[in-house]
């Protein structure tokens, strides 16, 4: 699953079915069975798939409610097959993270590749808002997404004292300060985010629990001082602020309508708004989202191209137009549970994980791909996994 996702779909479908298989082809339904009752949570997950199903009963375009059943199935599935996990132990969890750490280092050197062969062309590009070739199919928002989560179960090996050998724990720091200074040079706002409302403040939290604070106030000059080193040593995140206010300064422009990435990301959220609030009871069906917001889209944007007219990004939005309130209802009572669950309270880098993909939640409809179900799900499980069922 972890290599698929950032090279094959196909590698990505077929590990997620592994893993699936596993834990349906073991002997202990009983056991499991009585684990998955027991957790509210994963309960809650898999219930996220059904009323995006049902709405499969008013959809006309069944084609388009298919493909969207098929990316949620693991949202149906993954968290019967890993609520329970016999014979794992910490250290196969910690081989996990090291692995999908070792993974996005290796993807984030291939992409940084890109822009020191070519600095200059990649540094006029980031004028017009394009960014550098990233792993998972270019989706350098899932893949900014993909660094944020591998930087907090870091954090949590360090808490752990996980790495044993001196000279592989610095290793995997200097990896994980690498991935700190390519989310930089790839200036993904979203990757910007997980750095300064996630990141920083937990890395200074862990500190001055570990009764570190000399370095955790150096973790905050460096907060501080960040942004402002990168804004005149980077280019690209340089480029890239200097496009952002533009798109502000030009917003409701007619010359430059439709063009703006961050302009269209909230026409879709006020087209979702526009259909959910005109069929808030049931939605219109997952599969007759994109074709309802279109003509929203056709009286009150016409100059945003088909191409650039997305499904609603607010995941909320997403779910009401497409199954109404009860799906809304349902995304938001699952999102709060675990923020009133003493195991996950207790495991702040798993809570903030979760607040970092509630965030992103807000702006993108992050569970209606393949990518973005992968990410919450299986690490939303396998954080699952290991605050419940392992001793530390």
Same mark, same amino acid.
């Given at each position: 699953m972890m290599t698929g996702f950032l090279i094959s779909r196909s590698f990505l479908t077929a590990g997620t079915s592994l893993m699936i298989a596993n834990g349906f082809l073991q002997n202990d339904y009983r056991e499991r069975f009585a684990?998955?009752?027991?957790? $509210?949570?994963?309960?809650?997950?898999?219930?996220?798939?059904? &009323?995006?199903?049902?709405?499969?009963l008013w959809s006309s375009n069944q084609s388009l409610w298919f493909d969207a059943m098929w990316d949620k199935i693991?949202?149906?599935?993954?968290?019967?097959?890993?609520?329970? +996990?016999?014979?794992?132990?910490?250290?196969?969890i910690v081989a996990a993270v090291l692995l999908w750490i070792l993974l996005l280092f290796a993807g984030s050197? #291939?992409?940084?590749?890109?822009?020191?062969?070519?600095?200059?062309?990649?540094?006029?590009?980031?004028?017009?808002? *394009? =960014?550098?070739?990233?792993?998972?199919?270019n989706d350098h @928002?899932?893949?900014?997404?993909?660094? @944020? /989560?591998?930087?907090?179960?870091?954090?949590k090996l360090e808490e752990w004292k996980a790495i044993s050998s001196t000279i592989l724990r610095w290793i995997f720091r200097a990896m994980a300060l690498w991935l700190l200074l390519y989310l930089h040079i790839l200036g993904a706002k979203t990757g910007m985010l997980g750095i300064y409302l996630i990141l920083f403040p937990l890395l200074i939290w862990q500190l001055v629990k570990a009764n570190k604070k000399q370095i955790a106030?150096?973790?905050?000059?460096?907060?501080?001082?960040?942004? @402002?080193v990168a804004y005149?040593?980077?280019?690209?995140?340089?480029?890239?602020?200097?496009?952002?206010?533009?798109? $502000?300064?030009?917003?409701?422009?007619?010359?430059?309508a439709g063009n703006f990435s961050d302009v269209n990301r909230w026409q879709s959220i006020r087209s979702g708004w526009?259909?959910? *609030?005109?069929? #808030?009871?049931?939605?219109?069906?997952?599969?007759?989202? +994109?074709?309802?917001?279109? $003509? #929203?889209?056709?009286?009150?944007?016409?100059?945003?191209?088909?191409?650039?007219?997305?499904l609603p990004l607010n995941q909320w939005l997403t779910s009401g137009s497409g199954a109404g309130i009860g799906a809304v /209802?349902?995304? =938001?009572?699952?999102?709060?549970?675990?923020? &009133?669950?003493?195991?996950?309270? +207790?495991? *702040? +880098?798993?809570?903030?994980?979760?607040?970092?993909?509630? @965030?992103?939640?807000?702006?993108?409809? =992050?569970?209606?791909?393949?990518?973005?179900?992968?990410?919450?799900?299986?690490? =939303?499980?396998? #954080?699952?996994?290991?605050?419940?069922?392992? *001793?530390?």
């Open positions: 684990a998955f009752k027991k957790n $509210k949570f994963a309960i809650g997950i898999t219930c996220l798939f059904f &009323f995006p199903f049902l709405s499969g693991p949202l149906l599935l993954l968290p019967f097959a890993m609520v329970l +996990q016999k014979g794992v132990e910490r250290k196969q050197v #291939w992409s940084a590749s890109f822009y020191f062969s070519n600095q200059e062309h990649y540094n006029e590009l980031y004028r017009f808002s *394009k =960014t550098l070739p990233t792993p998972a199919e @928002i899932r893949f900014s997404m993909a660094i @944020i /989560i591998a930087l907090l179960f870091w954090m106030a150096a973790a905050l000059v460096l907060a501080v001082a960040l942004p @402002i005149y040593s980077v280019p690209t995140f340089r480029n890239r602020l200097h496009y952002l206010l533009f798109e $502000k300064q030009h917003w409701n422009s007619e010359q430059f526009h259909v959910f *609030k005109n069929n #808030w009871l049931a939605g219109v069906g997952y599969g007759d989202i +994109q074709e309802e917001a279109a $003509k #929203w889209y056709a009286t009150e944007a016409p100059a945003v191209t088909s191409s650039q007219q997305f /209802i349902l995304f =938001t009572i699952v999102l709060l549970l675990p923020f &009133f669950q003493k195991e996950w309270r +207790q495991n *702040k +880098q798993a809570l903030l994980f979760l607040l970092f993909m509630d @965030i992103l939640f807000l702006y993108e409809c =992050t569970l209606d791909d393949q990518f973005g179900v992968f990410l919450f799900c299986f690490f =939303t499980l396998l #954080w699952n996994l290991a605050i419940r069922h392992l *001793k530390y």
